[in-house]
């Protein structure tokens, strides 16, 4: 008995630390004290009514797959926040904020980043070896931005348009985990100009 006890212990133990292992993982993703999965009504308590929103449908049918994405533009940050139209509760965690975009301000990200930082802090924070060009193809994220830049694929028929201004490097981790709560694998964007942060991003790439 004290040895089966013992064993519950020790699983138990390690069942906690891997969950706080995991939350301190996606911690990292978290920008402007949100993460991706917050609600609307999180935002608008933390930082009031946005100066502008913008109004999107965006999927493809069948109905259940179509979703609305609300912009919350701010003068230095735009959040994305999805609502699917399907009300069920098979959608609903998948609901809320999908992408921060920072442009602006003194916020930091969790490894004290900021806009105007330099790329080389950026490479020391996060331990990135491999910095992208503008347009260079990965396959990711770095296509994913020049994709929205340049309206090619599926942002070519979207009414939201994205501004980035100039854009030399483009540096990222994401997620090797993904979060199930949120059907969301996260990836940190940082957009350079001139060797400085112009763009930091927080992204749900499954969305």
Do not use: W
Request: hydrophobic fraction near 35%; charge should be negative; charged fraction near 30%.
């Amino acid at each position: 008995m004290k040895k089966k006890s013992r064993l519950a212990v020790i699983l138990g133990l390690a069942i906690l630390l891997l969950a706080a292992c995991e939350k301190k993982t996606q911690e990292q993703y978290d920008l402007l004290n949100l993460s991706i999965g917050d609600t609307e009504e999180r935002v608008i308590d933390l930082y009031g009514e946005p100066e502008g929103r913008c109004y999107e449908v965006v999927g493809t049918y069948p109905l259940q797959d179509q979703s609305l994405y609300t912009y919350l533009i701010y003068e230095d940050k735009t959040i994305t926040v999805r609502s699917f139209l399907e009300q069920s509760e098979e959608y609903a965690s998948y609901n809320g904020v999908i992408e921060i975009d920072v442009y602006g301000g003194s916020y930091e990200t969790s490894k004290g980043i900021k806009i105007g930082d330099s790329l080389d802090d950026v490479m020391k924070m996060y331990e990135i070896t491999k910095v992208y060009d503008y347009g260079e193809k990965d396959g990711l994220v770095s296509e994913l931005i020049a994709n929205r830049v340049e309206h090619t694929e599926i942002y070519e028929k979207r009414d939201f348009s994205y501004e980035y201004g100039k854009i030399d490097k483009i540096a990222y981790i994401l997620s090797p985990e993904k979060d199930e709560e949120h059907c969301n694998i996260p990836a940190l964007i940082f957009l350079i100009s001139e060797d400085k942060v112009t763009h930091i991003i927080t992204t749900n790439t499954l969305a």
